[in-house]
């Protein structure tokens, strides 16, 4: 197939989806904008993660929670929880790898929010060390 016939394929599929959703209710455009954010979400993790359950010991400014790790990253982690928080919010977190026994006092900041928990980014502060004994259990799995 030629570069031409490439572009044009793209440009007709581009029409058909843009006529399909011209003709979509407001509630089925705001599923499909859901969907999309969500696309994006998954698309913009820079690493790759293991799903876990593990305890984390964690606190913001103003109080102290306990709960768990869902999974892990070498860039952060996500938290079920359903105490309210922010995007932005800093929080400190304690929590150990169980195959390696090794805890961990890591800072971070929340970059997302969901309705059961939340994405947690770890701060620059990590030491080489910490990120490779992250890195060591993502192997693992």
Known sequence: MSKTEILEDE?????????????????RK????????EWERLDYRE???????LPVDYSTNDRVYQDFINNLSKGGVFIE???PFRVGQSISLIFTLPLMQKTFKI????????????GV??????TPYQKELIHSA???K
Do not use: H, Y
């Open 121 to 126: 980014k770890f701060s620059k502060k990590l």
């Open 138 to 140: 993502i192997s693992r």
């Open 47 to 53: 690493d790759s993660r293991i799903p876990c359950f």
């Open 30 to 37: 705001k599923m499909l904008n859901e969907l999309l954010e």
């Open 107 to 118: 800072s971070g900041t929340i970059v997302r929010t969901e309705q059961d928990g939340i």
């Open 81 to 83: 929880t359903l105490s």
């Open 11 to 27: 440009n007709k599929l581009t029409e058909r989806l843009i006529s399909a959703i011209s003709k979509l209710s407001p509630q």
